[in-house]
């Protein structure tokens, strides 16, 4: 017996898209996410840069680094950047 997940989907409807899914092949599924991941990550460099538009790209790639994994590992980028002047 299925449970159903969704709160927002008729039960038949979140039914069938399981069963679909369950039908997609590993390699399909993993194309897809990767397909989704890079949208996502264009979509927030998208938005940083016109956020920011006096900055570099380069300003803008330590923004996104920041927002996304950590004000450190930004940190860190920077002082590379800073040290090699890249």
């Known amino acids: ?37 890079s949208t996502i990550i264009k979509l927030s460099k998208r938005a ?3 956020a920011n538009p006096n900055l570099t790209k380069q300003e803008h790639d330590i923004l996104f680094v920041k927002y996304h994994y950590s004000n450190e590992l930004a940190a860190t980028i920077q002082k590379y950047f800073d040290k090699h002047r890249v």
């Open 48 to 50: 940083i840069a016109r």
């Open 1 to 37: 017996m299925l449970t159903t997940q969704l709160n927002d989907t008729h039960p038949e409807v979140e039914k069938m898209l399981i069963f679909l899914l369950r039908r997609i092949s590993f390699a399909k599924k993993f194309d897809q996410m990767l397909s989704f991941s």
